[in-house]
């Protein structure tokens, strides 16, 4: 069985200001409480980056990092990631929406995947897990996104 999620949230700003800020890529570990660092390290074309995140330590002292690829379409607000280096992911595909709301932008995350068989975690446990988290990711997002745009 593959993995899916589907979470979103509305940030209280503007599409574009939304869209400028959550794809400033060597941003993230400002806009993400996960990220230590973000490298680019190909600009593919004009749209489409490979990038490496790393990750703060976890409990345990392994500080996880990967590349990925993410392209982007800003004529319909939307961009498309997967992993490259996928670890304990078999592939983990992340598609981004941004659509026009009351009183600001949805921002919308879908995350496919499937998880190697020697995974520590069963595709069942890392979608409950990957909820749980990008819920976390998304509020902290849209408090610090809200903050920039009221500075602007």
Request: proline share 4%; aromatic share 12%; glycine share 4%.
């Amino acid at each position: 069985m593959a993995g899916h999620t589907d979470n979103s949230i509305v940030i209280n700003a503007p599409l574009d200001v939304v869209w400028r800020i959550t794809n400033d890529l060597e941003n993230w570990p400002n806009l993400f409480t996960e990220y230590a660092k973000t490298e680019i390290v190909e600009q593919v074309d004009d749209h489409t980056v490979n990038f490496r995140l790393t990750m703060h330590p976890d409990g345990q002292g392994n500080q996880w990092s990967w590349v990925s690829q993410r392209s982007w379409d800003e004529a319909t607000h939307t961009t498309k990631s997967h992993r490259i280096e996928t670890g304990w992911f078999e592939y983990m595909h992340i598609n981004w929406y941004y659509e026009p709301a009351d009183g600001g932008t949805t921002m919308r995350w879908v995350q496919d995947f499937t998880m190697k068989p020697d995974a520590p975690f069963k595709d069942e446990q890392m979608e409950a897990n990957l909820n749980k988290n990008t819920k976390i990711q998304m509020q902290v997002i849209k408090e610090r996104v809200e903050a920039q745009a009221a500075q602007s």
